[in-house]
């Protein structure tokens, strides 16, 4: 009988563990709020681009955050707008749609350094609608730019006006409470076992990002309309050539 090495014997034991869970996350929210941010604050590594322009994102980045007893997989959207003035502008509110529709929880981003709004619009224009009863967060973030006080008036606020399961305010740029995001969705994940191998962070391929990191830097030495009217393609065969 063949032996199974280390690594088979690993995702063996990933499927066949009755307590592991696993599932989908939508993370959602207007432009320029830090979504991006927390997505890759979240996995460990920078997945999605990110700059101070609203509506970097333009795809549904999907990243994978792994540990033994669990696997969540994030899918960073494109921030919510209601005019979609372009065909480009539909074409991210679809992404928004398509990441939500299935989604076994969603993970709803607000900067808590602005006035408090009302989120049935974002949500009924991006999504339509969710799952029944999925479970919902609302991240209030950048936390760090707002005083103690004035925060706690903001929490109560949304805890009061939105249907959300949770309210937790965060500082994604600096980490702080990211981990009790995590623990927060693990705790609304489904049993199931892990629809990726463990070691990876994304299913997206190499040319993916290469051309997302130069569209990034597209975006951060240029202004007005010629970030949103440029689109980044690798097409050779080495990662040299663009």
């Known amino acids: ?46 997945l999605s681009i990110v700059t101070n322009k609203p509506q ?6 999907l990243g994978i955050c792994s540990a033994p007893e669990y696997q969540m997989i994030l899918y960073d959207t494109p921030g919510v707008i209601e005019k979609k003035m372009h065909k480009l502008d539909s074409m991210m509110m679809k992404n928004v749609w398509s990441a939500t529709v299935y989604a076994d929880c969603v993970v709803i981003v607000v900067d808590a350094s602005k006035v408090p709004q009302k989120i049935d619009d974002m949500l009924e224009e991006g999504v339509g609608s969710l799952k029944e009863n999925v479970p919902k967060l609302l991240v209030m973030n950048k936390k760090d730019l707002i005083k103690p006080g004035e925060m706690a008036k903001r929490i109560e606020w949304y805890e009061k006006f939105t249907d959300v399961d949770e309210v937790m305010p965060v500082s994604a740029k600096y980490g702080q409470g990211v981990d009790d995001v995590k623990d927060w969705i693990v705790s609304k994940l489904p049993l199931g076992p892990a629809y990726y191998p463990k070691d990876i962070a994304s299913e997206h391929p190499e ?3 290469i051309a997302e990191i130069v569209r990034e830097k597209i975006f951060m030495q240029y202004r007005n309309e010629v970030p949103y009217a440029c689109q980044a393609t690798w097409w050779g065969g080495g990662t040299r050539a663009f």
């Open 1 to 46: 009988m063949a032996l199974l090495d280390d690594y088979e014997m690993e995702e063996l034991d990933f499927q066949t563990d009755p307590n592991h869970k696993s599932g989908y996350v939508a993370v959602l929210g207007w432009p320029n709020v830090g979504k991006s941010t927390l997505s890759n604050q979240m996995v460990g590594q920078k």
């Open 56 to 61: 970097t994102t333009r795809h549904r980045i």
């Open 207 to 209: 040319r993916f990002f």
